[in-house]
């Protein structure tokens, strides 16, 4: 078999969090091959946002694995090559009203109290981050270690660096079956590769994967709708989400009407680099279905306007959707897989992610090496899906 075609480590799919594992293990030294369907983030990871957020992250483990996860995206900065549009200018939560409010000042004590920066802000204060919001907003909170990135442009930049560690890509290479004697053989479009070990980074299609080797993968699509505005004198420089997301996002019980409600709609405004705003967001349960539903836009176009009403007068250019590989605690799966030795997850990010694909790639570049992982990695397990507790 050709050298290319065979490696210590196959990584299965080149999104974010593929692309984050390629970089780590290279750079370790490891024999590693990425193994991707079509192009590097052809997936999830290039119809998304770009928030490396804790903003919207429960307290405690998740919150502090984000912050790691944060300040390796950083350090990055130094060692990639290609540019991805890293911003770090912290990120705010918009309240719609005094109750929220009243949370929003709990959630800051929570944060505070766990060493995070987190900051309460008044009227004046979100007045002062953006004219066009609404007069009647009460404040919000905000986060000063949260940062931007260019999601796309990062996984190629990791991918790059990651080939000049040694890493073989593979490209337009589905793979189309996986069995295992004593090491694994990966049968895809481009012929036959073989890998002592595998991890399964497909994202939403992890189960897939997982199904070739009769592994359940308890993962599930949950879909998202980005409008993107066009280029424009920019409505404000940093990350806003309304504080709705996080009931939204956690499944949380919400006031809002019905349609807000039903597409899983809330607030979400990124300004890109490039002057354009990405406006989000919803969240539905609707299988592996793409298209774009207007209904959904619509609802999310009206929920931008409740907070910035200027925008009924602003332009928009496109729409599209993505899929949040969604897990029923809200955690990824980082883990190796006890039934399959030398078969490793990283998948199952829901909306996290762009936000934690840095410490995922570490995280895994240990479990591969066997040494001490930067964080805990017990409520990532896999086998948290699979053992019913003794009780
Ligand atoms: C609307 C929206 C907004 C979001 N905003 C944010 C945000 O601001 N911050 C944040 O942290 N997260 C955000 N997310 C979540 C984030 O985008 C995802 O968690 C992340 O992109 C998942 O990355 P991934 O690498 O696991 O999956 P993907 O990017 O989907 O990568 C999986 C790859 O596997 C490949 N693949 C699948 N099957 C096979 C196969 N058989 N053979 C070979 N390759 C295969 C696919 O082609 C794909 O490229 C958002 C998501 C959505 C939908």
Not at 38 to 64: E, H, L, M, R, Y
Not at 68 to 93: K, M
Not at 346 to 372: F, M, P, Q, R
Request: glycine content about 8%.
């Amino acid at each position: 078999m050709e050298k290319a075609n065979q490696a210590e480590v196959a990584i299965i799919g080149g999104g974010i969090v593929g692309c984050a594992i390629a970089y780590y293990v290279a750079k370790a030294g490891i024999d590693c091959m990425l193994i991707e369907k079509n192009d590097i983030a052809s997936g999830t990871s290039s119809k998304c946002d770009g928030n490396i957020t804790i903003v919207d992250k429960d307290p405690g483990f998740d919150s502090q694995m984000s912050l790691v996860s944060q300040e390796l995206t950083t350090e990055l900065g130094d060692d990639l090559d290609l540019p991805f549009e890293y911003r770090a200018l912290g990120s705010i939560l918009v309240c719609e009203n005094d109750a929220e409010m009243e949370a929003a000042v709990e959630w800051v004590k929570i944060q505070n109290e766990a060493g995070l920066r987190f900051k309460v802000l008044d009227q004046a204060d979100i007045k002062q981050e953006s004219p066009y919001f609404a007069d009647d907003l009460p404040g919000g909170l905000e986060c000063e270690t949260d940062s931007l990135i260019n999601p796309y442009l990062f996984c190629y930049s990791l991918i790059d660096k990651a080939k000049a560690y040694g890493l073989k890509l593979h490209t337009h290479a589905e793979v189309k079956g996986i069995t295992k004697q004593d090491d694994f053989k990966i049968d895809t479009e481009k012929g036959t590769f073989r890998a002592k070990k595998v991890v399964n980074a497909a994202g939403v299609w992890a189960p897939f994967i997982g199904e070739m080797l009769g592994i359940d993968i308890p993962i599930k699509p949950r879909k998202g709708h980005i409008i993107v505005g066009a280029r424009q004198k920019p409505i404000m420089m940093r990350n806003v989400m309304e504080f709705g997301y996080l009931m939204n996002k956690f499944e949380r019980e919400r006031v809002a009407d019905a349609r807000t409600m039903e597409h899983g709609v809330a607030l979400v405004l990124e300004p890109t680099e490039s002057q354009n705003f990405l406006l989000g967001s919803s969240r539905q349960f609707v299988g592996y279905d793409s298209s774009v539903d207007m209904q959904v836009v619509e609802t999310m176009a009206r929920r931008a306007m409740r907070f910035f009403p200027k925008m009924e007068d602003f332009n928009m250019i496109r729409t599209y959707t993505g899929f949040r590989p969604w897990t029923a605690d809200h955690l990824p799966i980082v883990s190796a897989v006890e039934e399959m030795p030398g078969f490793y997850i990283a998948a199952g990010h829901e909306g996290d992610g762009i936000s934690l694909a840095t410490v995922t790639g570490k995280l895994i570049e240990a479990l591969l090496c066997e040494k001490e992982t930067i964080i805990p990695v017990n409520p990532l397990r896999f086998d948290r899906f699979t053992k019913t507790p003794v009780s």
